[in-house]
């Protein structure tokens, strides 16, 4: 058996394995904590979906497992199986949760789940696919819940969504020994959190950064995977890609609620999120907001190398992916050239994660004949990058504490940012004390290039005071946002657990 950990991270799909965003904050809090011990659990979707490591481990990382839990597993021949009826009440109890409760899965649940799913003499993955008495759970939920979507649909899907919980549940028995579970989202990760919890009897730390379930809704709202083949005629296949996205939605819905109520210690990154989990079923008095942190000696250069008047260059670092809304940036810069052709409009983030999606955004800046005014820089560190340019956009449609802010702004970088998770208060200030020190750029709504084109404008105008609003939001950091800090609570709150 392994040696037992400090602390068992619960990671989906970041770290070590996609760059940016949490994947930095992982890697920030694994290495501000080297007395404690971290031992990895990584879970993501299919194996091609993700590289190779972007992040060499610190040393005080003792081990580190990889599972994709939603590929095929090896072709089984079918034939008939039996299952104890008492099993197939008790799996078609669990499932009822998934389907029609507010309530989050009990310590009966768990125990049923842990006790005899994934198991040859108990409920196994063949007996969920071939037995008799599955199909009859599975008709009964049809019936019950599903009748306007397509039998093939609800079938396909049933068997899609569920088979995962069988991998999680065999994960969560094997995890080694650890003093508390932690995992950096609810979710696939969070729903694991709450079976290695209740398997091993020990604490579990629950953080978001994002609001996991709202973000899985927006991206079920664009799922291309499910067609929608409807005419003005016809809306029944309309009807049934509905309930296909509605089953996902309270699928996730439930391991969101399941994930709150196992957690001992909930936090968000801001008041909103924190508002947001209690709103979807978090008990608010284990709910804290604990904000992110940077580490301010790093950016010291940078802050000294910032010009004395602003450059005409607006960028916009992260992820080349939808969620960051990377067009509604490029048209902005358009919108902005079309007055003054000289500002220009850097793109610097990894661009390997949605390839399609970044070559929609390269017939973009080509449609609109901005190939010599909008550039894709790639992955470039940020301390280098800052003092070249006069502001930093942030276009996402949804977001938590945008960390690339609180970079920029200890560069003394003014920001402009789309009115989404703690932006605003990041940028004006989150209390009467903290909105004293001033604001540090521009609140923008979302998707509207012409609102970020003004506030470009507005930046590089010559009446405005754009040194000052670099060093109101570098004293903000300087006051609130520095990574002793943030290392110093979830320091507390490991303490307090273990």
């Known amino acids: 058996m392994s040696q037992q950990s400090d602390v068992c991270l619960m990671l989906e799909g970041t770290y070590p394995y996609v760059r940016g965003g949490v994947s930095s904050w992982v890697h920030q809090l694994i290495q501000g904590m080297p007395h404690l011990s971290f031992y990895l659990v990584f879970i993501g979707g299919t194996r091609e979906s993700f590289g190779e490591a972007h992040y060499e481990l610190p040393a005080n990382v003792v081990g580190i497992e990889t599972h994709y839990i939603m590929e095929p597993e090896a072709s089984v021949e079918p034939r008939a199986r039996k299952v104890s009826e ?38 196994s993955r063949k007996d969920f696919l071939f037995s008799e008495q599955s199909w009859q759970v599975l008709l009964l939920l049809y019936d019950e819940y599903a009748t306007n979507q397509s039998f093939i649909d609800f079938f396909w899907t049933f068997r899609n969504i569920y088979s995962p919980l069988f991998r999680l549940v065999e994960i969560a028995r094997e995890i080694p020994p650890t003093r508390v579970i932690h995992s950096i989202s609810t979710g696939f990760a969070g729903f694991l959190g709450s079976l290695t919890k209740h398997h091993q009897k020990i604490p579990y730390l629950l953080s978001e950064h994002g609001i996991y379930t709202k973000e899985r809704k927006i991206d079920l709202s664009q799922a291309e995977w499910i ?19 509605l089953m996902w939605i309270k699928f996730f819905e439930q391991l969101g609620r399941t994930s709150y109520a196992f957690a001992d210690k909930i936090t968000a990154l801001y008041e ?8 979807d079923g978090a008990p608010a008095e284990r709910t804290q907001v604990i904000v992110n942190g940077i580490k301010l000696s790093r950016f010291e250069k940078a802050y000294q190398a910032r010009s004395a008047t602003p450059p005409k260059i607006a960028a916009l670092v992260g992820r080349v992916v939808p969620i960051k809304d990377i067009k509604t940036f490029i048209r902005a810069i358009a919108v902005t050239c079309s007055s003054d052709p000289d500002i220009q409009g850097w793109i610097a983030g990894p661009t390997e994660e949605d390839e399609d999606y970044f070559h929609e955004c390269e017939m973009l800046v080509t449609s609109l004949n901005m190939e010599s005014n909008i550039h894709f820089l790639g992955m470039k560190n940020v301390a280098e990058l800052f003092p070249q340019i006069g502001v930093c956009v942030l276009s996402s449609i949804s977001e938590a504490q945008p960390l690339v802010l609180l970079e920029a702004m200890a560069c003394g970088i003014p920001c402009i940012a789309t009115n989404v998770g703690a932006s605003a208060e990041i940028i004006h200030g989150m209390t009467e004390e903290d909105r004293q020190i001033g604001s540090c750029g521009w609140i923008t709504n979302i998707a509207s290039p012409d609102r970020i084109a003004d506030a470009i404008k507005q930046c590089f105008h010559p009446n405005t005071k754009w040194a000052e609003l670099g060093d109101n939001g570098r004293n903000r950091v300087i006051k609130y946002y520095q990574e002793e800090m943030m290392f110093d609570r979830f320091r507390q709150r490991y303490e307090e657990l273990i």
């Open 86 to 123: 008492k099993f197939m009440q008790q799996w078609y109890s669990v499932l009822g949760h998934f389907f029609d409760s507010g309530e989050a899965l009990s310590r009966d649940d768990l125990d049923f789940m842990l006790g005899q799913l994934a198991k040859d003499k108990g409920f």
């Open 227 to 245: 067609k929608e083949r409807h005419n003005v005629l016809d809306n029944s296949m309309h009807r049934s890609n509905e309930q296909t996205r």
């Open 272 to 279: 909103g999120n924190r508002l947001r989990q209690v709103a």
